[in-house]
């Protein structure tokens, strides 16, 4: 649940009169309270950034970002505090997507005995790649770079990054009780069709960060031809039909396998819903039949009580279920991203397409949690 969490139990040291300290002794002392902060950081907080640590470009623009002064937690509790505002010049050059991260560093400070270094100043790093974050890094912004000379710019609108802007849509937030870390993957794939909806996903992780003791994040498009481990569930949406080759449809046969849930959701734009056929052959190739969902299944209790799952502007047919997936034609994703191309769809319908969708992804996370708690 907690990438990086310390392992193992903490001893506590208690001293008695005459007792010797040498080192060991005092470093376990003072390593138990850092230990406590750290757990007490992730297990309440969560890794991500806690406030401030802001991207913004430069006026004029130019090569360089300005960061705000913020505090994050990183995936193993450490605090990473940046007390003053920062500018970053980018110095990549290579044309593609360029990741601004910040890293916890510990490095000497002022003090030395025999050519140890015994005072330690918490820091951070910040710096640039072309790879996605590390391990133990937090994403600050990332921008698609067209070429050395063109400046960066704040997005002009935010939801919709263009070249050379400043794209916040992946920043991960700390806050809050975290009772589980839920990693949403989109599923693009070849053909004519395109993957959908994925503004409404960031409106729905965002959701989900914000109402409820679960943290959420976009993982972005994920290609079933990759590694799926990065993510604990997938959405996969389409508005036609389509067929997944025999490599993709092992590859997602081994995240079923693993624990992974498979959320899947029409935008039937046709009355033929052919990606609703698609997606229910699909299941039974995986060998993962889908069957209608009954009025007492845990998914329409599971944070917000729903006594069937919501319709959008009276569309779709009745929700399918089955072994780790769950299917609708309901077209939550458009409703997710308020309306999308669709006229008249009210504010209530809205508010119960983001909350439905709260359900689907905390019960698909509980299922895949489980499996990692119980496999032998």
């Not at 299941?283 to 969902?293: H, I």
């Not at 929700?319 to 006229?343: E, H, N, Q, R, T």
Request: overall charge neutral.
């Amino acid at each position: 649940m907690l990438r990086g969490f310390l392992q193992g139990s903490i001893e506590r040291v208690k001293g008695f009169e005459g007792m010797r300290v040498d080192a060991t002794v005092w470093n376990q002392a003072h390593d138990f309270h850092l230990y406590q902060q750290m757990f007490h950081n992730l297990g309440f907080h969560g890794a991500g950034i806690a406030s401030g640590l802001e991207v913004f470009a430069q006026n004029p623009s130019g090569r360089s970002l300005i960061i705000s002064p913020g505090i994050a937690v990183d995936q193993r509790g450490y605090l990473i505090i940046l007390s003053k505002k920062e500018i970053y010049p980018l110095t990549i050059k290579k044309k593609g997507k360029v990741y601004l991260n910040i890293q916890f560093a510990e490095v000497p400070a002022e003090g030395s005995s025999q050519g140890h270094p015994y005072r330690f100043r918490q820091a951070y790093r910040i710096q640039e790649s072309q790879n996605p974050p590390g391990e133990f890094e937090i994403e600050l912004a990332r921008v698609e770079i067209t070429g050395e000379k063109e400046p960066i710019t704040d997005a002009v609108n935010p939801f919709h990054p263009e070249a050379n802007q400043i794209d916040l849509h992946f920043r991960s937030y700390a806050g809050g009780h975290i009772r589980g870390q839920i990693s949403l993957g989109q599923i693009s794939w070849e053909g004519e069709g395109k993957a959908l909806h994925t503004d409404g996903l960031f409106h729905l992780v965002s959701h989900i960060n914000s109402q409820t003791p679960y943290r959420a994040e976009f993982a972005g498009e994920v290609s079933l031809k990759g590694d799926l481990n990065g993510s604990n569930l997938l959405y996969f949406s389409g508005d036609r039909s389509f067929q997944l080759t025999a490599e993709e449809e092992k590859s997602l046969t081994k995240f079923l396998d693993g624990g992974g849930f498979l959320f899947g959701n029409g935008c039937p734009q046709v009355p033929k819903n052919e990606f609703g056929f698609a997606f229910n052959d699909l299941a039974t190739k995986l060998k993962r039949q889908l069957s209608q969902l009954k009025p007492d299944h845990p998914i329409l209790k599971t944070h917000y009580p729903f006594s069937y799952p919501p319709q959008v502007s009276g569309e779709g047919r009745p929700m399918m279920i089955g072994d780790g997936l769950v299917y609708c034609d309901a077209d939550y994703g458009c409703a997710w991203s308020g309306g999308g191309a669709k006229a008249g769809i009210s504010r209530e319908e809205i508010r119960s397409a983001l909350e439905f969708g709260t359900n689907v992804l905390i019960y698909g996370y509980r299922l895949w949690y489980k499996h990692q708690m119980t496999k032998s």
